[in-house]
């Protein structure tokens, strides 16, 4: 456990949430939007993900307050308004979740590079970027080890660094704007041959196609939350949370809409990654490139640092409370969790070997991470619905009403739904794959905390079994597709 002198405070957690969010991918929003979607498609879906955003947010906020004592919020409130076996699929299913998004920011970091040093890392997951990534990899392995107060001193400079370039980016796109280009074809139902526009479908399909994009923007909210057992005070994980939300979404749509003011829908559609470099690029000539190219390299840094501290606590945590197996307690004498490092380190080196084999290594990284992080959030927001229209000692003295408090569980939970909807079967059958995997870990970890015991209880071994059920239906789907979603 960390002593009191390696505490964090709200500075330190709040840019933890910042950097957790504000990925390389953050650089590359005004491509991603506008791939399937309008201006105005676009605008409707950060109002939806905003709304549903800040009931999640909210729902963090309010648990952080209102059982102060479950620090690594997402695994504890799993397995304390569910059990332990759903709190172990939720540390166990976060834990891989942050493994993919890390090697996300690899596939970035290469890619970002290869801006400097072409052709040598083109597409992020050639031989050489591969080789690359793995490097750093194993150097955020050993700025980890040495101590996670160190690393999250190091993480306030580099959320700074990432900062500049994104509101420079903001500044010059908002006095470049060309009011005519940014009302053009808002609705995406039109074909202008000269700006490259298509008909982009109905307004619905078009707000569906962002939806994993956004979802994927704000995973890392919770970021406070995940490490509050590292918090000087459990009272400023809710401030954390609410800072890091409302910046980000406001920077968030300002890079999505901003470009639109300079150029059309089609060719922002068909920019290269990151898209924020061509469009400051063909404003203001060969430095705005330059910039945000350098400026995604120290975001992808210093996230990629956040989500490796992030990724060791569950399973560290869980360890301690008998949820995951022993080993993963492990600590070493700088207040590291030492084994559970190496393993998470270990899995990121797998999956960054096997990314050299899909066509759009990015694209499949973010669905993944999207679609993992689901069953989480949904589950959180579920444990505040519950305690809330239960009265199951709600603090009298929370900033939320009762009320308040069972309306944003609930909304929330509406949300994550709606956000299954529109990731679609595929990926939640991949996802199910995973989850299904950690069932033999739950046994062994439960065979070691309480011998005495069965590893399941009634309701528990129902569930396990629909979960290895849909394991092997999206491990026959995964095999059937293997070809479509390495080319997704």
Not at 49 to 61: D, E, P
Not at 204 to 226: D, R
Not at 299 to 316: G, K, N
Not at 421 to 432: D, K, Q, S, T
């Amino acid at each position: 456990m960390a002593t009191e002198s390696k505490k964090l405070g709200l500075l330190a957690l709040a840019s933890i949430v910042v950097s957790a969010m504000i990925g390389g991918g953050v650089y590359n929003l005004p491509q991603n939007m506008a791939q399937s979607a309008g201006s105005g498609a676009i605008v409707i879906a950060w109002i939806i993900t905003g709304i549903g955003m800040w009931f999640v947010a909210n729902t963090f906020r309010i648990l952080a307050v209102a059982r102060p004592d479950a620090t690594t919020g997402i695994y504890t409130y799993g397995e304390l308004g569910f059990g332990k076996f759903v709190g172990f699929q939720m540390a166990w299913g976060y834990w891989l979740c942050n493994c993919f998004a890390n090697i996300g920011y690899a596939i970035l970091l290469m890619d970002s590079l290869n801006y400097f040093f072409p052709p040598y890392f083109k597409g992020g997951n050639n031989f050489l970027s591969i080789i690359g990534g793995s490097i750093v990899l194993w150097i955020i392995y050993f700025t980890v080890m040495a101590g996670v107060k160190s690393a999250a001193k190091l993480n306030i400079i580099g959320t700074i660094g990432k900062l500049v370039p994104l509101i420079l980016f903001i500044f010059i796109t908002l006095f470049a704007i060309k009011l005519s280009m940014l009302f053009t074809n808002i609705w995406g139902t039109e074909t202008i041959v000269k700006l490259s526009d298509k008909p982009l479908g109905s307004l619905m399909t078009q707000i569906k196609s962002t939806m994993l994009v956004t979802l994927w923007v704000f995973i890392g909210i919770e970021g406070a939350v995940v490490i509050s057992d590292r918090a000087r005070d459990q009272a400023e994980v809710g401030k954390a949370t609410l800072l890091g939300f409302l910046g980000c979404l406001v920077m968030y749509i300002l890079l999505s809409l901003l470009p639109f003011g300079n150029f059309s829908q089609g060719e922002l559609s068909v920019m290269a990654a990151p898209s924020t470099a061509a469009v400051l690029g063909g404003i203001v000539g060969k430095w705005g490139d330059w910039l945000m190219n350098a400026g995604v390299i120290i975001s992808i840094l210093s996230s990629w640092l956040v989500w490796t501290i992030m990724l060791a606590e569950l399973p560290f945590a869980a360890a301690k409370a008998g949820t995951f197996p022993k080993a993963f307690a492990a600590e070493n004498d700088k207040g590291s969790a030492s084994f559970s490092l190496m393993v998470s380190t270990l899995i990121m080196q797998v999956i960054m070997i096997l990314v050299y084999f899909s066509n759009n290594a990015w694209n499949l990284m973010l669905s993944i991470t999207g679609v993992m992080v689901l069953p989480c959030y949904i589950v959180c927001t579920m444990y505040l619905w519950k305690i809330a229209a239960k009265n199951d000692n709600y603090p009298t003295d929370s900033f939320a009403s009762l009320k308040t408090a069972l309306i944003t569980g609930i909304l929330g939970t509406v949300y994550g739904a709606w956000l299954v909807y529109a990731a679609g079967l595929n990926y939640m059958l991949v996802a199910a794959i995973v989850y299904a995997l950690g069932i033999p870990v739950f046994m062994k970890a439960r065979k070691e905390s309480d011998p005495g015991n069965p590893e399941f209880t009634k309701s528990e071994r129902i569930f396990s079994i629909i979960l290895a059920i849909l394991g092997l239906i999206g491990l026959v789907y995964l095999f059937m597709n293997y070809k479509v979603l390495m080319a997704a």
